[in-house]
């Protein structure tokens, strides 16, 4: 069974350009999950799709970062206009049930850097 | 979701069993106990998670305390590639699934 990959596993842009990381989450998992680890700090939650809704969206920095799952399927993290402190790693995760779920499986990451 | 907290670093020797502590005191009677570890460059990996009662699984055992405010995750037999920062999370089994990191414990398993 493949597990959740991310693309690209590295982008480097400028300031002001726009960077859509993609996921694809273990088939079958209706729960998919982004964080991110910017330089020197935790790892940190973003959002939850529920299928392709949004369950929890508190960990959003700024309407900068959109985040879409089309038909509950992948889904794309999309930052625009790209700033500096946006450098980090993505990591984007995925479960498999509502009410019991526990084990997150975690892709490799995308790294991201903004110069 | 409870605090943890966790040593900054360790050491264990190779084959030996690695103790890793965690302090939860302000743990809620539905709050599960999670570890995860974090392999250099990969993403989090889960581990364990246990309610109450003490877990084992192929990879690590969980001891929880009779009152609940600290558990330790013990990998039996350390290998070089045990070698990680290992998160011990507390949170709801349900609703709000976010996964809380702190800052973990590297683990350094040495030959």
């Known amino acids: 069974e493949a597990g959740v990959t991310q693309f690209p596993s590295h982008s480097v842009i400028e300031k002001g350009q726009t960077v859509t990381l993609r996921c694809d989450p273990i088939s079958g998992h209706d729960n998919l999950y982004w964080y991110r680890r910017v330089m020197g700090k935790e790892i940190k939650f973003l959002l939850h799709?529920?299928?392709?809704?949004?369950?929890?969206e508190s960990g959003m920095p700024n309407n900068r970062f959109l985040a879409e799952r089309t038909g509950g399927t992948y889904s794309t993290l999309k930052v625009q206009p790209a700033e500096l402190e946006d450098s980090g790693v993505y990591f984007c995760a995925s479960s498999q049930d509502w009410t019991d779920s526990y084990e997150q499986y975690f892709g490799p990451g995308t790294r991201l850097t903004v110069t | 979701d409870a605090k943890t907290t966790q040593p900054t670093s360790m050491d264990c020797a190779e084959g030996r069993a690695a103790n890793l502590p965690c302090n939860h005191s302000t743990i809620s009677g539905n709050e599960y106990v999670y570890w995860y570890r974090q392999i250099h460059s990969q993403g989090p990996q889960y581990i364990i998670h246990?309610?109450?009662n003490n877990e084992t699984n192929e990879m690590a055992s969980l001891i929880i305390t009779e009152d609940r405010k600290s558990s330790t995750l013990i990998l039996p037999h350390a290998t070089l590639r045990d070698t990680a920062v290992y998160y011990c999370?507390?949170?709801?089994?349900?609703?709000?699934?976010?996964?809380?990191f702190g800052t973990g414990t590297r683990l350094t398993i040495i030959p």
């Open positions: 999370i507390v949170r709801v089994n349900f609703g709000n699934e976010k996964l809380t």
């Open positions: 246990g309610l109450k």
């Open positions: 799709f529920v299928k392709e809704s949004k369950q929890d």
